[in-house]
């Protein structure tokens, strides 16, 4: 029997929804919550990536900027704009695109963004935090594939779940959010990579498979368990001269052979990226209404 697919759109816009909600809350209490992307040079996937984020918090009535800097900005002149933007009492959320380029050094721009403001999940403080189960702004991805778990009903509680990749984007982080003694964790985790010897033998055990290799279509349907649960987080362009553009996008997985043994399955696109977008507006909203643990 065929997987259940899970609908990441109808996820992601019920969490859109609920933001919307509390953002009225807080705009009719005088609160007005912005959001700054800071977008540096002119890489077509980055610049259609901070589109779609701004228009998403628009939407829902989130205030948005987006500054455009050269490609020949230097680090020192993107700390200056990072430094303003957190001192700024306007902008709740601060947002660098990545990648930058190779004058840049990411993880020091990274860990100057101010952790209150840090809507993307990546500075130190805030992975710290995650890792020690305290109060934090969690990295988009990673906590998308958590709500995406929990309200498709595949709770990880109790299971077996096998992260493949360990990049400090999606993999760390969420192992670390997993295996909290918390809703939404509570699970033995696993974390595959390229130094294992032998990946099919973890997942073929697993209960909940997490791919995120960045390699298109890595994982097979012989390395998953009937039933399983299987969450594709990669996205790859592949050639396919049926389509006008000459590709096409794919997971991590191979998505039309797994899904005919697993349980329930994301579709690439549609399943893990909106998540990832509607987490940006989450975190927001956190940010907004004082930060992690704050008190209504």
């Known amino acids: 029997m065929p997987a259940t697919i899970i609908d990441g759109n109808a996820v992601a816009q019920q969490i859109r929804d609920e933001v919307r909600r509390e953002i009225d809350v807080l705009r009719a209490r005088g609160i007005d919550p912005g959001l700054a992307v800071v977008l540096v040079g002119d890489n077509p996937g980055s610049v259609s990536y901070v589109r779609g984020k701004t228009r998403d918090a628009e939407e829902i009535g989130i205030r948005s900027t987006t500054i455009r800097l050269p490609e020949r900005t230097t680090q020192e002149e993107l700390l200056h704009v990072v430094g303003g933007l957190n001192a700024d009492p306007k902008w709740h959320g601060v947002l660098v695109q990545l990648p930058l380029p190779p004058q840049i050094s990411e993880s020091t721009v990274i860990a100057a963004v101010s952790p209150g403001k840090d809507v993307d999940g990546l500075t130190p403080v805030n992975v710290g935090r995650l890792f020690r189960g305290e109060p934090a702004l969690i990295s988009c991805t990673p906590h998308g594939v958590q709500e995406l778990l929990m309200r498709s009903g595949n709770d990880p509680a109790g299971k077996h779940v096998v992260i493949c990749g360990r990049s400090n984007l999606v993999g760390k ?41 960045g390699r298109p279509q890595a994982v097979t349907a012989d390395m998953v368990r009937a039933g399983s649960v299987v969450i594709d987080v990669g996205v790859n362009r592949i050639p396919d001269a049926t389509k006008k553009s000459g590709a096409r996008l794919v997971g991590d997985v191979d998505f039309d052979a797994v899904a005919q043994k697993a349980g329930a399955i994301t579709p690439v696109p549609g399943g893990v990226g909106p998540l990832t977008r509607a987490m940006l507006l989450a975190n927001t909203l956190i940010a907004a209404k004082g930060g992690p643990g704050s008190v209504d």
């Open 173 to 213: 982080p969420l192992a670390g959010l997993l295996m909290q003694k918390a809703p939404g964790g509570n699970a033995t985790v696993t974390i595959c990579h390229t130094g294992t010897r032998d990946i099919g033998a973890f997942t073929r055990r697993a209960d909940i498979v997490v791919a995120a290799i």
